[in-house]
Nanobody, 115 residues
Framework: QVQLVESGGGLVQPGGSLRLSCAAS????????MTWYRQAPGNQREFVAF???????GYRDSVKGRFTIARDNAKNTLYLQMDSLKPEDTAVYYC?????????WGRGTQVTVSS
């Protein structure tokens, strides 16, 4: 059974930093691309960043230069380092992967950026 469990969210002031984690189990983690999404109230879920199994990364334009996605295959864990946070980054952040036709989502972790 594939499980993705996010952690690390919280309340932070504008300009602050947070590091999100996503612990994966039930998959051969090193072989899978992993993605972070987010969903703000009233908005659709949107792509934030991905990292392929070969380490290649990609980001949505609004987070480039502020967010860094990384993975630790030895720990089966995905990370999202978020710096210079802005109020518009407020959302529930989800990690995602897929295996064949199946999609797997975590339950999300809330990030609130407010003074």
């Amino acid at each position: 059974q594939v499980q993705l469990v996010e952690s690390g969210g919280g309340l932070v002031q504008p300009g602050g930093s947070l590091r999100l984690s996503c612990a994966a189990s039930g998959i051969d983690f090193s072989r899978h691309g992993m993605t972070w999404y987010r969903q703000a109230p009233g908005n659709q879920r949107e792509f934030v960043a991905f990292i392929n199994n070969d380490g290649r990364t990609g980001y949505r334009d609004s987070v480039k230069g502020r967010f860094t996605i990384a993975r630790d295959n030895a720990k089966n864990t995905l990370y999202l380092q978020m710096d210079s946070l802005k109020p518009e980054d407020t959302a529930v952040y989800y990690c995602y992967t897929n295996r064949g036709p199946n999609d797997y989502w975590g339950r999300g972790t809330q990030v609130t950026v407010s003074s």
